[in-house]
């Protein structure tokens, strides 16, 4: 059942080992060296949104009439969202920009589905991990774009 | 390249790397030789390496980490695309017939895309009053195959271990382990390796703020005659909070989700069942800060004579985003 190995194996693991946090420091040192928000659109970037069920479209965030919804979802959006999507949602080599008129003329119930769904074949994650509240926070910060304004009281670092 | 533009430390970090990686021609040293050059670069390496891991934890980007509680159980969500989250876990066991021990894992966790994680381990253990052993390494992958959510989600996992005997995270439980294959002293149990194969189906789903995850699991081992070993873990969790609040904080209740859960071994293809197996009850919470760290305690209890009567689990991580970007712009990528 078992096999003996001898311990001559274990200088190459040590070796690999070595090797691969070695990578990983290297790498993680070289963080800051470039800023790499060029914002890039692919013709992938919206059509996801074309693809949401009607069922799904027409649900209505039912966090509309909270007034710290937009505040909270611009901290989740900082936590989760920005890394791809650009610390002022405009978009990143890896995310959409979400102030184009294609997310901002989309319903709260379509976003919400995209977060919930992800679109995993492209890169982004499913979000459902996120409780369904915290989505729809994530949801009306993203509509507050839609007057090409950001309300004071969410917290988008400059 | 891109990065030279940026840091001037990059050229001669480039240098440095290829200065020690250097190896002579293996022709003009003598076998003696060279495997003390090989080990003089390996510790250069090391040093280096932990040199700058060092400096790069105060410098490296990290995203606010969601992660679950889970130790031993998974749900269907992987690690963010370019993403790596460095994990480090601790757990006391107590041992009748024995000496009680200290396991510990590091864990390298890369998310490859959104639909497929790699993962790293290494694995060591310390026995009381005996010794401490590098019990062995895994590779771990889990793959996503369906787009979107569904009412059960399903996530493939495929592991590869060698480890020894000594090993003791019991990061699964399968077939007939029991709490007598920790009693021997580690000199005798380091003699044995152990090439496996393990497959899990990871079945999750969250509901209104709940995650529920079942996982069965079925493991080979690689050498001949051995038989196929079933096992299981089950889990249930939620953040105390579902809404986020607006302020930035660390004692939020969002950041803490809490859950149970459980895991043991099921026999295998020789004897299926639960006669002569091990399981575990265990409560677990997890604590997300926003500084991109997360904590993870478990009192793990043991549910029959088979078992260990305690497993204390705590482990600490903590996520590094653009992982991937930084490594593809140290070999010259635009990635």
Known sequence: MKMN????????????????????????????????????????????????????????????????????????????????????????????NLRAEQVQQATPGALFWILTNGVVRHGMPVWSKLPEPERWQIVMFLKTFTASAVPKSCPVPE | MAGHRFCPQYALLRAAIARITAFPSACSLSGQDLKRHRMVSCARVSFL???????????????????SPY????????????????????????????????????????????????????????????????????????FRPLQDEHFINPVIYIEYEQISEADKIIKEVEGHDVESDHGDPNAALRQNHNHELEFKLLLSKTF?????????????????????????????????????????????????????????GLGD?????????SHYLAPVVAWNLPSGWTLRLSPGFGLNDNSHRLLLRWGVSREFSGFGEMVSRLFGGSR
């Open chain 1, 5 to 96: 190995i001898a311990p001559r194996g274990l200088p190459a693991l040590l070796t690999l080992a070595m090797a691969a946090l070695f990578t990983l420091d290297v790498s993680l040192a070289l963080a800051q060296t470039e800023n790499s928000a060029v914002p890039k659109t692919h013709k992938w970037d919206y059509i996801a949104l074309a693809k949401v069920p009607e069922k799904a479209r027409a649900k209505r965030n039912p966090l509309e009439n909270d007034t710290d919804a937009a505040a909270a979802g611009g901290k989740l959006f900082e936590q989760h969202c920005a890394e791809c999507h650009g610390i002022k949602a405009e978009g990143g080599k890896k995310g959409a």
């Open chain 2, 49 to 67: 390496g932990l040199f700058v891991l060092l400096c790069s934890f105060l410098f490296c980007p990290r995203t606010f980490a969601q992660e």
């Open chain 2, 71 to 142: 130790i031993v159980t998974y749900d269907h969500y992987l690690e963010e695309p370019g993403s790596l989250e460095m994990e480090y876990f601790s757990t006391f066991g107590t041992q009748r017939g024995g000496n009680d021990f200290h396991a510990f894992w590091v864990e390298f966790e890369y998310g490859a895309t959104a639909w497929w994680t790699t993962e790293f381990y290494l694995d060591g253990q310390t026995t009381f009053h005996d010794s401490t052993l590098f019990t062995g390494y895994r590779w771990e992958n889990r």
């Open chain 2, 208 to 264: 209104k703020g709940w995650n529920v995850a079942v996982n069965p699991l079925a493991t080979k081992n690689l050498s001949p005659n051995n038989p196929w070993e079933f096992g299981y873990a089950v889990g249930a969790s939620r953040p105390l909070a579902l809404k986020a609040s607006p302020r930035r904080c660390n004692f939020c209740r969002e950041n803490v989700i809490a859950g149970v859960e459980m895991y043991g």
């Open chain 2, 269 to 277: 293809t020789q004897s299926f069942g639960l006669h002569d197996t």
